[in-house]
């Protein structure tokens, strides 16, 4: 039981760091940056993806919350966070990985990428996987 409470309490702590308001919206030039949620594709586990603005180099802060991070965290929920680029319509993203609370240790060194390809028409992002994500208001 107390490790299902700390577990969830760290759940609950990626969540809020991963929720941190952004000031872009699907108008700004860059329509990445913000916050955004998905059912995984392939477990239907929740995720939560914030892309942050450009930085030196146009790159972006990225961090996402995966619940049930099947591969990776052996079922447990996984933070991720690392850096991704834009060109054109798609930001491609190398990140590390942790598994807080249980499951694998921590994936050292960049893992990826991910691209993730944005749909203006929707106003969505859909990664390599099909996932396709909605964004956060």
Known sequence: MRLALKTFATLVALFALTLTPTTASASTADP???AWESYDAGDGSYQILNVRGSGTGGMHGVRFV???A???CAGGPAGVQGSGSVSGRRM???FTISCPGFGKGPTTGL???I???YHPGSDTLTDGSGTVWSRLT
């Open 32 to 34: 990445f940056v913000g």
């Open 66 to 68: 995966d619940t049930v």
């Open 70 to 72: 099947s591969e990776a």
């Open 92 to 94: 491609t993203f190398s």
């Open 111 to 113: 893992v990826g990428p």
């Open 115 to 117: 691209v993730f390809t």
